[in-house]
T-cell receptor, first 111, second 114 residues
Framework: QQPVQSPQAVILREGEDAVINCSSS?????VHWYRQKHGEAPVFLMI?????EQMRHEKISASFNEKKQQSSLYLTASQLSYSGTYFC????????????FGTGTLLAVQP | DGGITQSPKYLFRKEGQNVTLSCEQN?????MYWYRQDPGQGLRLIYY???????QKGDIAEGYSVSREKKESFPLTVTSAQKNPTAFYLC?????????????FGSGTRLTVV
């Protein structure tokens, strides 16, 4: 079963902040985050390997609540280059190295 | 430069035909994956392989087949049994061990049934 992402879409002005959530019904070993520009392949942003771990990629950070089986992606002071579709990929316990992706969150940053 | 090469970029298939999508990597990664992407549905796992000569079905394997005869190569065949093959197909790989770099994706193949 695919993890659920929310919101499905968000529109921001440059400099504004956003949060994207990813929730799974399964116990997780890790959570990955990727960004995909239109017509291109997804690009890896970060991986969270254990509960509570927070990672950072430029001004984008993420947290992982292992107990709640949830992860959140925080985009701070958004830039035009942040536009794209964000996917979480979850790795379930016992299913090493196999990711199940969420349905994605479309982020549009406007000048 | 290391990476994943998918070919062709665009592919047109007539109904009833089998087609093979190529995926080659020079990253020395053990694990390789095939995903299908449809609008609004994210990426869905078709097949994956953790090691040469071994592969497992993903969530939507029906109508597809794969082989893994070499570490570098993981071709996907879309058979005539796949009723709705029009989609964007992505190949990915990942290294073994404590890899903090996630999946590396190819640039994708857009398949259209005509």
């Amino acid at each position: 079963q695919q993890p659920v992402q929310s919101p499905q879409a968000v529109i921001l002005r440059e400099g504004e902040d956003a949060v994207i959530n990813c929730s799974s019904s399964k116990a997780l070993y890790s959570v990955h985050w990727y960004r995909q520009k239109h017509g291109e392949a997804p690009v890896f942003l970060m991986i969270l390997l254990k509960g509570g771990e927070q990672m950072r990629h430029e001004k984008i950070s993420a947290s992982f609540n292992e107990k709640k089986q949830q992860s959140s992606l925080y985009l701070t002071a958004s830039q035009l280059s942040y536009s794209g579709t964000y996917f979480c990929g979850t790795e379930e316990r016992g299913a090493t190295n196999k990711l199940i992706f969420g349905t994605g969150t479309l982020l549009a940053v406007q000048p | 430069d290391g990476g994943i090469t998918q070919s062709p970029k665009y592919l047109f298939r007539k109904e009833g035909q089998n087609v093979t999508l190529s995926c080659e990597q020079n990253l020395n990664h053990d694990a390789m994956y095939w995903y299908r992407q449809d609008p609004g549905q994210g990426l869905r796992l078709i097949y994956y392989s953790q090691i040469v000569n071994d592969f497992q079905k993903g969530d939507i394997a029906e109508g597809y087949s794969v082989s893994r005869e070499k570490k570098e190569s993981f071709p996907l065949t879309v058979t005539s049994a796949q009723k709705n093959p029009t989609a964007f197909y992505l190949c990915a790989s990942m290294g073994a061990g404590p890899d903090l770099y996630g999946y590396t994706f190819g640039s994708g193949t857009r398949l259209t049934v005509v």
